[in-house]
């Protein structure tokens, strides 16, 4: 197995050098995080240690909205419909006075 693992993050790897080469522009891997939907937790370590990159957890957050986790529960949406109830009641109260 894990022969087929160094072949995988091999060929990421090298996809990402040709990404080098071509844009002039690198990754920094020590900076970088990994993140895998439907693998399990003990794969996605393997493959960071061997980029030498750290695992994202799951749910998180990407351009302010969550990634991840149950849309159909109301944990999910209970942070964005807080912020939005705040900016309501905000603008709400300057319209009125």
């Given at each position: 197995m894990m022969s087929r693992t160094r072949f995988v993050v091999g060929g990421f790897k090298s996809v990402l050098r040709s990404y080098k080469v071509i844009s002039d522009l690198r990754v920094n891997f020590h900076r970088s995080c990994l993140?895998?939907?439907?693998?399990?937790?003990?794969?996605?370590?393997?493959?960071?240690?061997?980029?030498?990159?750290?695992?994202?957890?799951?749910?998180?957050?990407?351009?302010?909205?969550?990634?991840?986790?149950?849309?159909?529960?109301?944990?999910?949406?209970?942070?964005?419909?807080?912020?939005?109830?705040?900016?309501?009641?905000?603008?709400w109260q300057k319209k009125l006075s």
């Open positions: 993140g895998v939907i439907a693998v399990e937790d003990n794969m996605v370590s393997r493959y960071a240690r061997l980029m030498n990159c750290t695992t994202l957890k799951l749910p998180l957050k990407y351009l302010g909205l969550l990634i991840g986790g149950n849309a159909r529960k109301e944990e999910f949406w209970r942070l964005e419909l807080n912020k939005i109830k705040k900016k309501f009641s905000s603008w």
